[in-house]
Nanobody
Framework: QVQLVESGGGSVQTGGSLRLSCEAS??????VGWFRQAPGKERERVAS???????NAADSVRARFTASRDKDENTFYLTMNNLQVHDTAMYYC?????????????????????WGQGTQVTVSS
């Protein structure tokens, strides 16, 4: 049974930073991704990292968001810098997938089978 528990969300002002954590248990598979969903909008992937450390961020956040994992490999992080009002959303950690070249498959939303409950990020001006 895979369990994913997010934490670290909160309220910040424009330009601030947050680091979200995803505590994982069970076999997460090959990919751990970070997604967000704002009210009235579709869910979108913002960043991901494979178990062999291929990290990727979506074009819209690449200069500001970074996915990483800790040394014991049970906790995954999303570091978000220079947060803007449009980054306000519920952020989710997800896991799944099987190995692929350079972690490319981790950019594909369809590989994710397991989801956390989410953590809210609110950015105000």
């Amino acid at each position: 049974q895979v369990q994913l528990v997010e934490s670290g969300g909160g309220s910040v002002q424009t330009g601030g930073s947050l680091r979200l954590s995803c505590e994982a248990s069970g076999d997460v598979g090959y990919c751990v991704g970070w997604f967000r969903q704002a009210p009235g909008k579709e869910r979108e992937r913002v960043a991901s990292i494979s178990i062999d450390h291929w990290a990727n961020a979506a074009d819209s956040v690449r200069a500001r968001f970074t996915a990483s994992r800790d040394k014991d490999e049970n906790t995954f992080y999303l570091t978000m810098n220079n947060l803007q009002v449009h980054d306000t959303a519920m952020y989710y950690c997800a896991a799944g997938g099987t190995p692929c070249h350079a972690g490319y498959c981790c950019t594909l939303p369809g590989v994710y089978e397991h989801w956390g409950q989410g953590t809210q990020v609110t950015v105000s001006s």
